[in-house]
Every structure is written in structure tokens, then in C-alpha cells.
């Protein structure tokens, strides 16, 4: 009999590449019955399920009732959360799915999508690396900042995603230009934004998979290019058209207390962002118990170029989460080789082309 699964967020580009990740395993998996939801009716077509049902957004306390329902109605013996805003309402109510015998393998609910200032509080404390930080409750603070950091800094929303309302600014002038505009219209309120030092070196990502403490695989790129940055102010548009895998100590090291500063016992997927600064060090600007938007399409790739499934972060994740043997084993820091590039581009696919020979595998 198939697996059956609920995943949540499956128009999304991360939902979508999640179930593609879990067809491509499906034979390992025992084949699958795939139940979807997703709040846009458009978006929510692309995804392979058995099921697509469209869903209210996750603050509406309808939300929650129709996973329930779903749960019911299908049998479901797992959910999957993928965007970061509903895993956190999944994580608050999973007793009400654990009662029902439906399995779900999440962070707890303070790791799942936590505001900026707390991370970089939190992390300060652990001793990991993160730039200072300004929280702007009023004008003063942002003189403040400037006066303290020097310039330039780099604002950016307290909460959200993608870069969000992110801008490198020069002066205390253009901050609150900024934080007026998007107070004015409507976007933010005045005390949602905080400045941090402006790191201009190198952007990375550092992706892990942990099981009750305990660190399964884990993995980290840097991000070469963005697309449409162009018309983008700050030229970050939240997920890489360009990206590298690397193999580097110091991002792995930074990156794992990061994980553990957050959550002291981490259970489920993590992603951390990193910067370098002009000292050449590198800086957590994010911790998050959530799936990076490209973590389940690197796993698909590397597992169709290699033919080797546990290199397929979304396989080795569903089934642990189902309860069964680790047969990939645990301990992974480096799951994937090095100079590797995912290359990325609207309507022409997915390309991991390998700088070592050249070799390239069209992965869609």
C-alpha cells in the first residue's frame, strides 16, 4: 500500500520541489498517495499529487480545520508543512494530528520562523557569530545605529522571508526615507524594521537534517546569482537562479551552532543564512527550523545525477519522519561534493552542471 501524505504549500516553489523530490524516490518509498493544498488557485496546479485541495491562508482558523479534515478523509499517515508560517501552526497543534496517528516531523514551535532580533539575540549569547544589531523603535535609534556601527548598514524587516524590505543604506536620512515609504504604504510599521552592519562578502547557505539531537546530513552553497535582480533596490529576490555546493569548515562549524543556539535539542530541517563580512569572517543573518526554498531540489538533483537516493534530503526526511531505519546512516556533514553549480532560470528548467569536467545533467 502507498505512503499517504499531506503536504501543505505545494504551489510555492518549495512545496513543489519537495513532492518532486519525493516522486523521484518513490519506488524506494513503497510509491506514494500525495494529498496538496496550497491557497493559490493557479500556482497550486503545478505540483504532482493525487490531490490538490485549496486551502485558506495559514491565519485563518479555518486553516487548521481543514487539515484535520483532510487527515481524516484520506487516511493521511504523515504531513508535511513546507512554508515556514504554516509549519509553525502545524507545530503548535501537532498533538491534535499525533492523537489522530497522523506523524509529523517538526521543530518545535519557538525554532520555526522566529523573528531576526531574536535570532541575533539568541545567537549572541551562544557566542556564534551575527552582526550588530540595532532594533529602530523610534528615529533615535536609527541615529544611533549609524553613529555606533558607522555606515554603510543594512535594514531589513524583523519578520519574513526572501530578503524582505531589505535595503543596503548610507546614511540615517535614507533608513527613515525607507521606513516611511513602507509605513506609508502599508507594508510595515515603523517599529517592524532593525539596522544591522553591512557584511559585503560572500552569501551562503547552510542546509541539515537532525533527528532528537542528533545530525543526519547536512550540506551548504553559495549563492552566485539571483533572478530579475535587476529590479530588485536591495538585488536580493530571496532565492538563487545561481548557486555552488561548497565543502568549508568554518560554514559547517558557524552553521551547526547556529542550528543549536536556536534549538538545544534540533528535531527536523534547518536552514541558516550567511554573510562574510570585510574581516573575512562569516555572520549568521538567519536561523530558521524551515526548509530553504532549493534544499529539496538540491537533494533531487545530486540523487539523479549520482543514482543515490540518500543523497535525496526529501527521501532520507520522509523516512525518518514515518518512523522507519535510517538506512542512510547519520553524521553526514558534507552530503554533497563540492563544485557543483544549480543553475536555475523561469520557463527553461534546472540544470547541475559539474566546473571539475564540465559535465552537466538536465535535472528538468
Not at 509549519?87 to 509529523?104: H, I, Q, T, Y
Not at 568549508?248 to 550567511?274: I, K, M, Q, T, W
Amino acid at each position: 500500500m502507498p505512503t499517504r501524505i499531506l503536504v501543505t504549500g505545494i504551489g510555492g516553489m518549495g512545496g513543489f520541489n519537495f513532492v518532486s523530490a519525493l516522486r523521484y524516490a518513490e519506488r524506494e518509498l513503497g510509491g506514494l498517495y500525495i494529498v496538496g493544498t496550497d491557497h493559490s488557485p493557479y500556482h497550486i496546479m503545478f505540483a504532482d499529487v493525487d490531490v490538490r485541495v485549496r486551502s485558506p491562508r495559514h491565519d485563518d482558523p479555518e486553516f487548521l480545520k481543514l487539515l484535520v479534515e483532510l487527515a481524516r478523509r484520506y487516511s493521511i499517515e504523515f504531513l508535511h508543512p513546507h512554508p515556514s508560517v504554516e509549519a509553525k501552526v502545524v507545530s503548535e497543534n501537532r498533538d491534535v494530528f499525533l492523537k489522530m496517528g497522523v506523524k509529523v516531523y517538526l521543530p518545535d514551535i519557538r525554532a520555526i520562523y522566529p523573528s531576526k532580533d531574536l535570532i541575533a539575540e539568541r545567537l549572541r549569547a551562544a557566542d556564534v557569530p551575527v552582526p550588530e544589531t540595532v532594533v529602530v523603535r523610534d528615529e533615535e535609534d536609527v541615529y544611533r545605529a549609524f553613529d555606533a556601527l558607522g555606515g554603510p548598514l543594512w535594514i531589513r524587516a524583523k519578520e519574513g522571508a526572501g530578503g524582505r524590505l531589505s535595503l543596503k543604506v548610507n546614511s540615517p536620512e535614507e533608513a527613515l526615507y525607507w521606513i516611511r515609504l513602507n509605513a506609508v504604504q502599508g507594508r510595515a510599521k515603523p517599529g517592524d524594521f532593525l539596522l544591522q552592519r553591512y557584511l559585503p562578502g560572500r552569501d551562503v547557505a547552510y542546509d541539515s537534517l537532525w533527528y532528537e539531537g542528533r545530525l543526519v546530513m547536512a550540506y551548504a552553497r553559495e549563492r552566485l546569482e539571483y533572478p530579475l535582480r535587476h529590479i530588485s533596490l536591495s538585488g536580493i529576490t530571496g532565492t538563487p537562479s545561481v548557486a555552488r555546493s561548497i565543502r568549508e569548515p568554518e560554514v559547517d562549524d558557524v552553521g551547526r551552532r547556529a542550528v543549536l543556539a536556536l534549538d538545544p535539542r534540533p528535531h527536523g530541517f534547518y536552514s541558516v543564512d550567511l554573510k562574510q563580512g570585510a574581516d573575512g569572517r562569516f555572520y549568521v543573518t538567519e536561523v530558521d527550523g524551515k526548509w530553504h526554498t532549493t534544499a529539496p531540489l538540491w537533494g533531487e538533483a545530486f540523487a539523479r545525477a549520482y543514482g543515490d537516493q540518500c543523497m535525496n534530503l526529501a527521501f532520507v526526511y520522509l523516512e525518518l519522519g514515518l518512523g522507519r531505519p535510517a538506512r542512510c546512516g547519520e553524521g553526514r556533514v558534507d552530503a554533497f561534493p563540492e563544485g557543483h553549480y544549480l543553475i536555475r532560470q523561469m520557463d527553461m528548467g534546472v540544470l547541475l552542471y559539474r566546473e571539475s569536467d564540465g559535465r552537466v545533467w538536465r535535472i528538468r
